[in-house]
Structure formats: C-alpha cells, structure tokens
C-alpha cells in the first residue's frame, strides 16, 4: 500500500501564494505521473496539473502561467506552487499518484486533501 500525505494549505488573500506539498510512503517501486485535482463546492473535481515521471507538465487553462508543478523522486513528493491566486482557486486541493508495481501493474493512490481558501 502506498499512504499519500498533503501539506501546505491554508487561507490567502487574493494574490498571495501558497505552496503543496505531497509525501508518498509504502511499498513504493516506481512512480510515473503525479497530479494535482481539486475541488470546489458544488463543482467535479478538475485535474489542475500533471508531471510525468520525465518532468513533463501541463495545466488546466485557468492557472497556466500562475501554477507550477514540480517534483522530487528522491523524496517522492510532488509540489504545487500557486502564485497570484485568486478566490476562484478556493477548493480542496488532491494530490494523486501512478505507481507502477514490480510485476508490471499500475495504481493510483489519492491525497487525504488539503483546503485552500483565497479571500478577496
């Protein structure tokens, strides 16, 4: 099993930043890509950013250029830096991670979750 714990949220004024974080732990062989969901009241949950296991990322239209995604393999973490937020960004934010097993099998393993607030 994989345990997945996220870090960092909190509330902001409009155009502050925040930065997640998101610790994988357990039976860990591999992982490819690393994202970051989230949230808001009353909405589906949105992929906000991905990372491949080469450092490819992309992003959702809304926070490109104001988000970066990043990661450390030696850690196993993955990060989200939110720059310029703004109170449309205010949801849960979800880490999520696609391992690979020794065999061959993928997995993916969610975030407890992390809120974020941004008051105008």
């Known amino acids: 099993q994989v345990q997945l ?3 960092g949220g ?3 004024q409009a155009g502050g930043s925040l930065r997640l974080s998101c610790a994988a732990s357990g039976s860990i062989f591999s992982i490819n890509a690393m994202s970051w ?3 808001a009241p009353g ?7 991905a990372i491949t296991r080469g450092g490819s990322t992309n992003y959702v239209d ?10 450390d393999d030696a850690k196993n973490t993955v990060y ?3 720059n310029s937020l703004k109170p449309e960004d205010t949801a849960v934010y979800y ?8 065999i061959g099998n993928y997995n993916y393993y969610w975030g407890q979750g992390t809120q974020v607030t941004v008051s105008s």
């Open 95 to 102: 880490c999520n991670v696609e391992t690979r097993t020794r």
């Open 37 to 39: 969901y989230r949230q």
């Open 62 to 71: 809304s926070v490109k250029g104001r988000f970066t995604i990043s990661r």
């Open 80 to 82: 989200l830096q939110m």
């Open 43 to 49: 909405k589906q949950r949105e992929l906000v950013a």
């Open 10 to 12: 909190g509330l902001v």
């Open 5 to 7: 714990v996220e870090s």
